[in-house]
């Protein structure tokens, strides 16, 4: 199993410009979600989906959005990219929801200039 | 006042010495997690409790529901250890909340 994978590892963006970063996993896993990493503060949740279809907004939503249409697949739009944004996300999925183990992505490194 | 606070920020220690790094949390909690960052950034899993203890080779996590406090304890210390060591709560299913890190070294 590759388990979780996140594309690209590496991504700089001007002022703007939309993206979308890509998570998958081929765990089976109901419960997928998304974080942002910045300096000198926890890993703060963006948005988080209990399955396909279903989606809801975490602690800093504001500037993404995402979808579920499949089991496997969680990806996250960024609309217009702001400076704001420059990050480092993860994304992580278990079987059931945070009462389990979870499983993260290595990581996308984000810049916004 | 963070809802998770991680204790101490960084730690330095010799190889072979007996570390603990604590969490304490304002809530009442669902479960509580482990985790650790290695320098590359990739986080893994090391545990995930509600009560008790758990251990897993060198590694003890500890947590108290009373007192709202939980130590991962590392016996034997190796520079292989050294990482960032983040603990995060949850107060119901969907959601974590995450401590800042305790970033450790083990100097050989």
């Avoid at chain 2, 130590?71 to 060591?85: G, N």
Wanted: with cysteine.
């Amino acid at each position: 199993n590759a388990g979780v994978t996140q594309t690209p590892k590496f991504q700089v963006l001007k002022t703007g410009q939309s993206m979308t970063l890509q998570c998958a996993q081929d765990m089976n896993h109901e419960y997928m979600s998304w974080y942002r990493q910045d300096p000198g503060m926890g890993l703060r949740l963006i948005h988080y989906s209990v399955g396909a279809g279903i989606t809801d907004q975490g602690e800093v939503p504001n500037g993404y959005n995402v979808s579920r249409s499949t089991t496997e697949d969680f990806p996250l739009r960024l609309l217009s990219a702001a400076p704001s944004q420059t990050s480092v996300y993860f994304c992580a999925s278990s079987n059931w929801g945070v009462q389990d183990t979870q499983y993260f992505g290595p990581g996308t490194r984000l810049t916004v200039l | 006042k963070n809802e998770v606070e991680q204790s101490p920020q960084n730690l330095t220690a010799q190889e072979g010495e007996f570390i603990t790094i604590n969490c304490s949390y304002s809530v009442g909690i669902s479960a509580l997690h482990w985790l650790q960052q290695h320098p590359g950034g990739g986080i893994v899993s090391l545990f995930m409790l509600s009560s008790g203890k758990k251990k897993h080779g060198r590694l003890i996590a500890t947590i108290n529901i009373q007192e709202k406090h939980s130590s991962l304890h590392i016996t034997a210390s190796h520079p292989r250890d050294s990482a960032v060591y983040i603990c995060a709560v949850s107060r119901g299913n969907e959601k974590l909340t995450f401590g800042t890190g305790t970033r450790l070294t083990i100097i050989p």
